[in-house]
């Protein structure tokens, strides 16, 4: 069974910390993602990577940077923690490609982030 | 207009009963639509592919409608463990990079 693993499941941050958010896959998927989840909102894309050391901004880039120097590793990074960043973190991958087989969204089981 | 739009709900039904679930997109040109099931603090697991042909998986049919933008959802014959939300998802270029969540229809079946 794929494998989609965040490092924390609950994590506490004071305003103006760095944040690192890791997501480790093990199905050897080139895309992986970071989603953000609200009450109300939805889950929005932050940012995606469909190969090492690529990046795309998501549907709300502001205040976060990514890194993934390993097929699959995928990191989040906040700068400079905001109680507006308080929120569920999920990360995903998944094969590319229409039709691929497996298409389909895998995510990890999330990171609940509070920013005090 | 939001990008995918889903009735919050919450869908209250007996067991056995029957529901449906309808969900809005407004690019026309998108390619590839999917259900997805959400439990109460767990993370979202595909339920299952809509295809413009529609497609059944047991108790349950997806459906899709291009001419006025709308996939739909029905679950016969509810069981309790069915109770979760239900995420639209959309894909405008196909390939799953930019997918587009709806917010999530809450159902809860009631013995």
């Known amino acids: 069974d794929v494998k989609v693993t965040q490092s924390s499941r609950y994590l506490v941050k004071r305003t103006g910390e760095k944040v690192f958010l890791e997501c480790v896959q093990d199905?050897?998927?080139?895309?992986m993602f970071w989603y953000r989840q609200d009450p109300g909102l939805g889950l929005r894309l932050i940012y995606f990577s469909y190969d090492v050391k690529m990046k795309e901004k998501g549907d709300i880039p502001e205040g976060y940077s990514v890194s993934r120097e390993k097929k699959e590793r995928f990191s989040l990074i906040l700068e400079s923690a905001s109680t507006n960043q308080t929120s569920m973190y999920l990360c995903a991958s998944s094969f590319p490609g229409i039709g691929a087989t497996n298409e389909k969204l895998f995510f990890g089981s999330g990171t609940q982030l509070s920013v005090l | 207009r939001k990008e995918v739009e889903q009735d919050p709900g919450p869908f209250n039904v007996p067991e056995g009963a029957t529901v449906a679930f309808n969900c809005t997109y407004s690019n026309s040109a998108s390619q590839s639509f999917f259900w997805y099931r959400q439990d109460c603090r767990k993370e979202p697991k595909l339920l299952m592919s809509v295809y413009s042909s529609g497609n059944e998986d047991g108790r349950f049919t997806a459906q899709l409608n291009r001419a006025s933008q709308y996939i739909s959802l029905l679950i016969r014959d509810s069981k309790l463990s069915d109770s979760a939300t239900y995420l639209c998802?959309?894909?405008?270029?196909?390939?799953?990079?930019?997918?587009?969540f709806g917010t999530g229809t809450k159902l809860q079946v009631i013995p």
């Open positions: 199905m050897d998927h080139e895309n």
């Open positions: 998802v959309v894909d405008p270029q196909g390939g799953y990079q930019k997918v587009t």
